[in-house]
Structures are given as structure tokens and as C-alpha cells.
């Protein structure tokens, strides 16, 4: 990973880039979004890394973040597997990052 766009909770997003060329630390992936990570897919090349235990620690709900979540997990194809609800602040590695600066 190369670089990371960071999606705080107060809608704020950056890109953000590792302090290592060769890309993030663990560590350094949990300084942006907590103690314990998880990385999911999120289609079109990208990743979305959160805290692994956001919802059950009571972190607040990031709106932009569950908008890009939406977009990527339709509830009408996933509605199983979406409860379209993403807490935090996250990164998004991966591709075109660029575009959902926007």
C-alpha cells in the first residue's frame, strides 16, 4: 500500500501516505483507525481498513464512509451481508482513490 485515503467520522477525507516507502505498518494502520484492524474487500481494487471492534466499542457512525460503503454493498443484492453501517475513521487503499475525494 502506497498511499490510503483517510475518512474521519467528521467527513473530513485526506490522502495519506506511509512513513515507509515500501508501504503501511501494522502500527501505523492502527494509529488511524484503532487498536485492532480489519481489512475487507470493497470492490473496484480497493480495500476498506477499519477497527475491528468499532460497532461493539460504540465508536460513531462515519456517514461518508458508510455512503462509499453503500455504493460498493447495495442492500438490495447484499442484504445479507450489510447491515450499511460503518463506524470510525477508516482507510480505503486500492485504486483511483482520487475519485472519491470528490
Keep these: 500500500m502506497k498511499k490510503a485515503l483517510l475518512v ?6 485526506s490522502i495519506v501516505y506511509p512513513r515507509l516507502k515500501k508501504g503501511f505498518e501494522y502500527k501505523e494502520l492502527q494509529s488511524f483507525v ?3 484492524i480489519e481489512i475487507v474487500p470493497l470492490g473496484k481494487g480497493r480495500e476498506l481498513i477499519c477497527h475491528e471492534e468499532g460497532k461493539l ?5 462515519n456517514e461518508e ?3 462509499i460503503w ?3 454493498y447495495p ?9 450499511e453501517l460503518i463506524v470510525g475513521d477508516i482507510l480505503i487503499t486500492g485504486r483511483n482513490l482520487e475519485e472519491l475525494l470528490k
Excluded: C, H, M, Y
Design 65 to 67: 464512509a458508510t455512503r
Design 75 to 83: 442492500i438490495e443484492q447484499f442484504p445479507d451481508n450489510n447491515d
Design 34 to 36: 484503532g487498536d485492532r
Design 57 to 61: 466499542i460504540g465508536l460513531p457512525k
Design 70 to 72: 453503500k455504493e460498493a
Design 8 to 13: 474521519k467520522v467528521s467527513g473530513e477525507k
